[in-house]
DNA sequence: AAATTACTTGAGTAAAATACTTGGTTATTA
DNA sequence: TAATAACCAAGTATTTTACTCAAGTAATTT
Protein backbone atom coordinates (compact mmCIF):
# COMPACT_ATOMS: atom_id res chain seq x y z
CA UNK A 1 0.00 0.00 0.00
CA UNK A 2 1.15 3.30 -1.19
CA UNK A 3 -0.19 6.59 -0.77
CA UNK A 4 0.79 9.46 -2.81
CA UNK A 5 -0.29 11.75 -4.75
CA UNK A 6 -1.26 9.89 -8.03
CA UNK A 7 -3.54 7.93 -5.47
CA UNK A 8 -5.06 11.27 -4.32
CA UNK A 9 -5.48 12.11 -8.29
CA UNK A 10 -7.42 9.14 -8.57
CA UNK A 11 -9.52 9.25 -5.27
CA UNK A 12 -10.29 12.93 -6.11
CA UNK A 13 -11.29 12.15 -9.78
CA UNK A 14 -13.60 9.27 -8.64
CA UNK A 15 -14.60 11.16 -5.66
CA UNK A 16 -16.04 14.02 -8.64
CA UNK A 17 -17.42 11.33 -10.83
CA UNK A 18 -19.27 9.84 -7.93
CA UNK A 19 -20.70 13.60 -7.05
CA UNK A 20 -21.44 14.41 -10.91
CA UNK A 21 -22.83 11.29 -12.01
CA UNK A 22 -26.53 10.81 -12.83
CA UNK A 23 -27.70 8.58 -15.17
CA UNK A 24 -25.61 10.06 -18.09
CA UNK A 25 -21.83 9.30 -18.25
CA UNK A 26 -19.27 11.75 -17.08
CA UNK A 27 -16.34 12.69 -19.42
CA UNK A 28 -12.95 13.18 -18.64
CA UNK A 29 -12.87 16.90 -19.93
CA UNK A 30 -15.43 17.64 -16.95
CA UNK A 31 -13.04 16.10 -14.75
CA UNK A 32 -10.31 17.82 -15.73
CA UNK A 33 -11.33 21.17 -15.76
CA UNK A 34 -13.11 20.98 -12.37
CA UNK A 35 -10.27 19.49 -10.72
CA UNK A 36 -7.16 21.24 -12.72
CA UNK A 37 -5.42 17.14 -14.02
CA UNK A 38 -4.42 16.94 -17.21
CA UNK A 39 -6.94 14.97 -19.66
CA UNK A 40 -4.28 12.57 -20.64
CA UNK A 41 -3.49 11.82 -17.21
CA UNK A 42 -6.71 11.41 -16.17
CA UNK A 43 -6.97 8.87 -19.18
CA UNK A 44 -4.35 6.83 -17.99
CA UNK A 45 -5.84 6.92 -13.99
CA UNK A 46 -9.03 5.96 -15.65
CA UNK A 47 -7.47 3.08 -18.20
CA UNK A 48 -6.10 1.71 -14.89
CA UNK A 49 -9.48 2.22 -13.21
CA UNK A 50 -11.59 0.76 -15.85
CA UNK A 51 -9.09 -2.77 -15.78
CA UNK A 52 -9.83 -2.65 -12.55
CA UNK A 53 -13.26 -2.85 -13.32
CA UNK A 54 -13.99 0.14 -10.94
CA UNK A 55 -15.62 2.39 -14.05
CA UNK A 56 -17.09 1.24 -17.41
CA UNK A 57 -16.46 3.29 -20.09
CA UNK A 58 -19.27 4.85 -22.96
CA UNK A 59 -17.91 5.59 -26.19
CA UNK A 60 -18.86 8.40 -28.89
CA UNK A 61 -20.38 12.03 -27.87
CA UNK A 62 -22.72 11.88 -25.15
CA UNK A 63 -20.21 9.34 -23.64
CA UNK A 64 -17.98 9.10 -20.75
CA UNK A 65 -17.13 6.96 -17.60
CA UNK A 66 -19.66 5.53 -14.71
CA UNK A 67 -19.07 3.86 -11.71
CA UNK A 68 -19.35 0.32 -12.50
CA UNK A 69 -20.72 -0.41 -8.32
CA UNK A 70 -22.38 1.23 -6.09
CA UNK A 71 -20.29 4.20 -3.86
CA UNK A 72 -20.63 2.06 -1.00
CA UNK A 73 -19.00 -1.24 -3.34
CA UNK A 74 -15.61 0.89 -4.00
CA UNK A 75 -12.86 1.77 -1.33
CA UNK A 76 -10.80 4.08 -1.23
CA UNK A 77 -8.02 1.17 -0.94
CA UNK A 78 -9.41 -0.48 -4.30
CA UNK A 79 -9.46 2.78 -5.79
CA UNK A 80 -5.40 3.82 -4.64
CA UNK A 81 -4.07 0.03 -5.35
CA UNK A 82 -6.06 0.60 -8.83
CA UNK A 83 -3.57 3.17 -9.77
CA UNK A 84 -0.49 1.72 -8.05
CA UNK A 85 -0.26 -1.55 -9.96
CA UNK A 86 3.78 -1.97 -9.34
CA UNK A 87 3.59 -3.87 -6.10
CA UNK A 88 6.04 -3.16 -3.71
CA UNK A 89 8.83 -5.65 -3.67
CA UNK A 90 10.03 -6.31 -0.33
CA UNK A 91 14.03 -5.72 0.40
CA UNK A 92 15.02 -9.16 1.91
CA UNK A 93 12.96 -11.68 -0.80
CA UNK A 94 14.61 -14.19 -1.38
CA UNK A 95 17.64 -14.24 0.93
CA UNK A 96 18.18 -17.05 2.72
CA UNK A 97 18.63 -15.51 5.92
CA UNK A 98 15.37 -13.84 5.65
CA UNK A 99 13.09 -15.60 7.93
CA UNK A 100 14.62 -15.84 11.22
CA UNK A 101 17.04 -12.98 10.35
CA UNK A 102 16.69 -9.33 12.85
CA UNK A 103 16.36 -7.42 9.57
CA UNK A 104 13.66 -9.45 8.63
CA UNK A 105 12.04 -9.13 12.22
CA UNK A 106 11.42 -5.42 11.12
CA UNK A 107 10.51 -6.50 7.81
CA UNK A 108 7.79 -8.24 9.08
CA UNK A 109 6.70 -5.75 11.39
CA UNK A 110 6.60 -3.32 8.46
CA UNK A 111 4.02 -5.80 6.32
CA UNK A 112 1.99 -6.58 9.38
CA UNK A 113 1.57 -2.24 9.39
CA UNK A 114 1.18 -2.20 5.78
CA UNK A 115 -1.78 -4.80 6.15
CA UNK A 116 -3.28 -2.51 8.75
CA UNK A 117 -3.38 0.53 6.89
CA UNK A 118 -4.75 -1.05 3.64
CA UNK A 119 -7.35 -2.78 5.57
CA UNK A 120 -8.66 0.42 7.13
CA UNK A 121 -8.59 2.32 3.94
CA UNK A 122 -10.17 -1.11 2.78
CA UNK A 123 -13.50 -0.20 5.06
CA UNK A 124 -13.71 3.47 3.85
CA UNK A 125 -16.38 3.42 0.95
CA UNK A 126 -16.35 6.55 -1.39
CA UNK A 127 -19.67 6.49 -0.16
CA UNK A 128 -19.50 7.10 3.23
CA UNK A 129 -16.98 9.80 2.89
CA UNK A 130 -19.18 11.86 0.54
CA UNK A 131 -22.86 10.81 3.12
CA UNK A 132 -20.27 12.29 6.05
CA UNK A 133 -19.42 15.33 4.43
CA UNK A 134 -23.13 16.12 3.30
CA UNK A 135 -23.71 15.62 7.28
CA UNK A 136 -21.62 17.95 8.13
CA UNK A 137 -22.36 20.36 5.57
CA UNK A 138 -26.36 19.79 7.21
CA UNK A 139 -24.80 20.21 10.85
CA UNK A 140 -23.24 23.30 10.34
CA UNK A 141 -25.95 24.70 8.29
CA UNK A 142 -28.22 24.88 11.36
CA UNK A 143 -25.80 26.19 13.52
CA UNK A 144 -25.37 29.28 11.22
CA UNK A 145 -29.63 29.48 11.60
CA UNK A 146 -30.12 29.12 15.26
CA UNK A 147 -26.96 31.41 15.39
CA UNK A 148 -29.38 33.62 12.99
CA UNK A 149 -31.99 33.21 14.70
CA UNK A 150 -30.50 33.97 18.23
CA UNK A 151 -29.08 37.17 16.91
CA UNK A 152 -32.97 37.99 15.48
CA UNK A 153 -34.25 37.09 18.91
CA UNK A 154 -31.65 39.62 20.78
CA UNK A 155 -32.49 42.11 18.35
CA UNK B 1 0.35 11.97 4.66
CA UNK B 2 1.56 10.46 2.10
CA UNK B 3 3.26 6.62 2.66
CA UNK B 4 6.14 6.23 0.30
CA UNK B 5 9.18 4.01 0.82
CA UNK B 6 11.02 6.89 2.09
CA UNK B 7 8.40 6.17 5.12
CA UNK B 8 8.70 2.65 5.31
CA UNK B 9 13.02 2.87 5.49
CA UNK B 10 11.90 5.51 8.33
CA UNK B 11 9.93 3.05 10.09
CA UNK B 12 12.15 0.27 9.35
CA UNK B 13 15.13 1.71 11.02
CA UNK B 14 13.39 3.21 13.87
CA UNK B 15 12.08 -0.14 14.75
CA UNK B 16 15.37 -1.50 14.18
CA UNK B 17 16.66 1.05 16.82
CA UNK B 18 13.80 0.26 19.37
CA UNK B 19 14.69 -3.95 18.66
CA UNK B 20 18.54 -3.16 19.27
CA UNK B 21 18.83 -0.44 22.00
CA UNK B 22 19.62 -1.20 24.92
CA UNK B 23 20.85 1.35 27.35
CA UNK B 24 23.76 1.84 24.64
CA UNK B 25 22.98 3.94 21.72
CA UNK B 26 23.06 2.43 18.40
CA UNK B 27 25.43 3.65 15.53
CA UNK B 28 23.76 3.86 12.03
CA UNK B 29 26.06 1.57 10.17
CA UNK B 30 24.72 -1.58 12.30
CA UNK B 31 20.89 -0.84 11.09
CA UNK B 32 22.35 0.28 7.51
CA UNK B 33 24.05 -3.51 7.44
CA UNK B 34 20.57 -5.28 9.40
CA UNK B 35 18.66 -3.14 7.41
CA UNK B 36 20.51 -3.24 3.67
CA UNK B 37 19.73 1.14 3.33
CA UNK B 38 23.00 3.07 2.86
CA UNK B 39 24.59 4.49 5.11
CA UNK B 40 24.06 8.37 4.13
CA UNK B 41 20.68 7.77 3.14
CA UNK B 42 20.08 7.01 7.04
CA UNK B 43 21.96 9.96 7.85
CA UNK B 44 19.33 12.07 6.15
CA UNK B 45 16.49 10.50 7.57
CA UNK B 46 17.86 10.13 11.05
CA UNK B 47 18.69 13.86 10.60
CA UNK B 48 14.71 14.74 10.37
CA UNK B 49 13.88 12.47 13.07
CA UNK B 50 16.43 13.98 15.44
CA UNK B 51 15.16 17.46 14.50
CA UNK B 52 11.71 16.08 15.39
CA UNK B 53 12.55 15.35 18.68
CA UNK B 54 12.35 11.31 17.92
CA UNK B 55 15.68 10.41 18.68
CA UNK B 56 19.19 11.81 19.87
CA UNK B 57 22.52 11.37 18.84
CA UNK B 58 25.42 10.82 20.72
CA UNK B 59 28.89 11.30 19.20
CA UNK B 60 32.37 10.02 19.73
CA UNK B 61 33.69 6.04 19.77
CA UNK B 62 30.77 4.12 21.17
CA UNK B 63 28.38 6.60 20.50
CA UNK B 64 24.85 6.18 17.79
CA UNK B 65 21.47 7.08 18.29
CA UNK B 66 18.68 6.23 20.92
CA UNK B 67 15.22 6.71 21.05
CA UNK B 68 13.62 9.93 22.68
CA UNK B 69 10.73 8.72 24.27
CA UNK B 70 9.80 5.28 25.12
CA UNK B 71 8.47 3.24 22.06
CA UNK B 72 4.67 3.88 23.32
CA UNK B 73 5.53 7.28 23.16
CA UNK B 74 6.32 7.33 19.21
CA UNK B 75 3.57 7.13 16.35
CA UNK B 76 4.08 5.39 13.09
CA UNK B 77 2.44 9.36 12.11
CA UNK B 78 5.33 10.54 14.04
CA UNK B 79 7.81 8.77 12.00
CA UNK B 80 6.35 8.99 8.59
CA UNK B 81 5.65 13.08 9.09
CA UNK B 82 9.37 13.52 10.09
CA UNK B 83 10.90 12.51 7.21
CA UNK B 84 8.24 13.93 4.85
CA UNK B 85 8.58 17.48 5.64
CA UNK B 86 7.42 19.16 2.48
CA UNK B 87 4.18 19.68 2.96
CA UNK B 88 1.56 18.38 0.14
CA UNK B 89 -0.28 21.94 -1.10
CA UNK B 90 -3.78 21.48 -1.57
CA UNK B 91 -4.26 22.15 -5.64
CA UNK B 92 -7.18 24.72 -5.01
CA UNK B 93 -5.38 26.76 -2.28
CA UNK B 94 -5.80 30.78 -3.46
CA UNK B 95 -8.46 30.17 -6.09
CA UNK B 96 -11.39 32.35 -4.80
CA UNK B 97 -13.97 29.65 -5.72
CA UNK B 98 -12.21 27.41 -3.43
CA UNK B 99 -14.81 27.41 -0.51
CA UNK B 100 -17.84 26.72 -2.25
CA UNK B 101 -16.78 25.44 -5.81
CA UNK B 102 -17.52 21.87 -6.65
CA UNK B 103 -13.40 21.21 -7.44
CA UNK B 104 -13.25 21.89 -3.55
CA UNK B 105 -16.32 19.50 -2.08
CA UNK B 106 -13.95 17.04 -3.54
CA UNK B 107 -11.25 18.50 -1.83
CA UNK B 108 -12.33 18.76 1.27
CA UNK B 109 -13.13 15.61 1.04
CA UNK B 110 -9.53 14.50 0.47
CA UNK B 111 -8.72 16.19 3.82
CA UNK B 112 -11.25 14.62 5.47
CA UNK B 113 -9.69 11.28 4.61
CA UNK B 114 -5.91 12.56 4.70
CA UNK B 115 -7.27 13.22 8.80
CA UNK B 116 -8.53 10.16 9.24
CA UNK B 117 -5.55 8.02 7.64
CA UNK B 118 -3.46 10.30 9.87
CA UNK B 119 -5.19 9.58 13.08
CA UNK B 120 -4.95 6.33 12.25
CA UNK B 121 -1.47 5.57 12.44
CA UNK B 122 -1.08 8.29 14.94
CA UNK B 123 -2.74 5.89 17.21
CA UNK B 124 0.06 2.50 16.38
CA UNK B 125 3.06 3.13 18.21
CA UNK B 126 6.01 1.48 17.38
CA UNK B 127 5.82 -0.21 20.79
CA UNK B 128 2.76 -1.41 19.96
CA UNK B 129 3.77 -3.00 16.58
CA UNK B 130 6.75 -4.41 18.47
CA UNK B 131 4.29 -5.99 21.01
CA UNK B 132 1.88 -7.17 18.54
CA UNK B 133 4.72 -9.11 16.71
CA UNK B 134 5.83 -10.77 19.59
CA UNK B 135 2.81 -12.35 20.75
CA UNK B 136 2.22 -13.64 17.45
CA UNK B 137 5.51 -15.43 17.61
CA UNK B 138 4.88 -16.84 20.39
CA UNK B 139 0.94 -18.12 19.16
CA UNK B 140 2.95 -19.65 16.52
CA UNK B 141 5.77 -21.52 18.81
CA UNK B 142 3.12 -22.80 21.10
CA UNK B 143 1.20 -23.99 17.68
CA UNK B 144 4.10 -25.57 16.79
CA UNK B 145 5.01 -27.11 20.18
CA UNK B 146 1.78 -28.50 20.62
CA UNK B 147 1.82 -29.98 16.94
CA UNK B 148 4.87 -31.76 17.56
CA UNK B 149 3.80 -33.60 20.54
CA UNK B 150 0.76 -35.08 19.15
CA UNK B 151 3.07 -36.34 16.42
CA UNK B 152 4.95 -37.46 19.72
CA UNK B 153 1.91 -38.88 21.27
CA UNK B 154 0.73 -40.74 17.34
CA UNK B 155 3.93 -42.10 16.67
C1' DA C 1 47.22 16.98 23.47
C1' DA C 2 46.95 13.97 19.48
C1' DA C 3 44.76 10.47 17.21
C1' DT C 4 40.75 8.08 16.42
C1' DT C 5 36.11 7.21 15.98
C1' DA C 6 31.74 8.44 14.59
C1' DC C 7 28.23 11.67 13.90
C1' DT C 8 27.13 15.95 10.88
C1' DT C 9 26.51 18.57 6.87
C1' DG C 10 26.27 19.80 2.13
C1' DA C 11 26.82 19.33 -2.68
C1' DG C 12 26.12 16.62 -6.36
C1' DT C 13 24.03 12.65 -9.09
C1' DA C 14 21.74 8.49 -11.13
C1' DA C 15 17.51 6.30 -11.28
C1' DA C 16 12.75 6.13 -10.72
C1' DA C 17 8.14 8.03 -10.40
C1' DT C 18 5.09 11.70 -11.50
C1' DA C 19 2.50 14.62 -14.42
C1' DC C 20 1.99 16.05 -18.63
C1' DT C 21 2.25 16.70 -24.08
C1' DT C 22 1.61 15.30 -28.58
C1' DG C 23 -0.44 12.85 -32.11
C1' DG C 24 -2.83 9.75 -33.33
C1' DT C 25 -7.03 5.51 -33.66
C1' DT C 26 -11.47 3.79 -32.96
C1' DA C 27 -16.36 3.75 -31.77
C1' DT C 28 -20.64 6.22 -31.49
C1' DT C 29 -24.05 9.64 -32.22
C1' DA C 30 -26.46 13.28 -34.52
C1' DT D 1 -20.04 12.22 -42.55
C1' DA D 2 -18.70 15.33 -39.10
C1' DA D 3 -18.26 15.84 -34.34
C1' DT D 4 -17.32 13.77 -30.01
C1' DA D 5 -15.03 11.24 -26.59
C1' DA D 6 -12.80 7.02 -25.29
C1' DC D 7 -8.49 4.57 -26.26
C1' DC D 8 -3.58 4.10 -27.12
C1' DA D 9 1.51 4.88 -27.52
C1' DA D 10 5.67 7.36 -27.33
C1' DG D 11 8.13 10.89 -25.55
C1' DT D 12 9.45 14.54 -22.07
C1' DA D 13 9.97 17.84 -18.16
C1' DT D 14 9.87 17.86 -13.35
C1' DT D 15 10.18 16.04 -8.90
C1' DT D 16 11.37 12.67 -5.63
C1' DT D 17 14.15 8.99 -4.16
C1' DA D 18 18.24 6.90 -2.88
C1' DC D 19 22.74 7.27 -2.99
C1' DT D 20 27.99 8.87 -3.31
C1' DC D 21 31.60 11.72 -2.06
C1' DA D 22 34.00 14.97 0.62
C1' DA D 23 34.84 17.99 4.18
C1' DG D 24 33.72 19.27 8.88
C1' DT D 25 32.85 18.77 13.94
C1' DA D 26 32.53 16.66 18.42
C1' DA D 27 33.73 13.26 21.84
C1' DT D 28 36.56 9.70 23.50
C1' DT D 29 40.73 7.15 24.23
C1' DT D 30 45.58 6.71 24.76
Redesign the pocket.
Known amino acids: M?L???GR?AVTAMLDLAINSSDS?V???EISERQA??L??L??L??KL?RRKLVR?????????MLNATTDEISVANIINAV?E?MDISRCEGRANCQDGQQCLTHNLWVDLSNRINSFLDDITIGQLIRQNEEQRKLRANQNDNHKIELNTIA
Chains 1, 2 share one sequence.
Not at 57 to 65: T, V
Open positions: RTTKYPNLTISSYEQFARSIRGPGGGYNS
